[in-house]
């Protein structure tokens, strides 16, 4: 087993202090190591931020560097969506701060090309956080009522309105 190998491996399965000093000792000897990928990957869900930070700034993989930053992205706006003590103006700037990441992060040169997925995910979330988060004007939705006549969303625009989704699949 290699040095890197058994540092994965801690960051795979070890305490929160453990993967926190096994990152660090990765970034340190292995920072162009692909075996960060998949911590970094789980840490977009569980953080903590600080050690999505520290693989953006100090990760030579670019894969593992764009990926800890759509997971900083993601875990910054789920941060904003699930923190119920936040003010609506700290909310805001978790928004912005995500938006800000994956606008940078489908900037970089080559990202469609050389990351086709990455890029795409990050699409979808900016979709995502663009229109159809909490405070934002629904999508248009056409239907047709219990009597056959065609309605929009849009028609109830600025009244109190229920849409219930259902289906039987």
Sequence with gaps: ET???????????????????????????????????????RLGYYGPREDLDKVIKMAGDEKVRLTAQLGLASFVANEGERNKELTDEERKAKTEEAKK??????????????????????????FKINNLTIGCVAPEIVGVDHAGEEFKLSDYRGTVTLVDFWGIW
């Design 101 to 126: 990441l994956l606008n940078e992060l489908v900037a970089v040169g080559g990202v469609k090309d050389n990351h086709p997925k990455l890029a795409a995910t990050a699409e979808g979330k900016l």
């Design 3 to 41: 040095a890197d190998g058994l540092l994965e491996w801690v960051l795979a399965n070890g305490t929160a202090a453990e993967k926190s000093e096994s990152l660090a000792l990765m970034l340190a000897h292995f920072n162009e190591s692909p075996k960060l990928l998949g911590y970094v990957q």
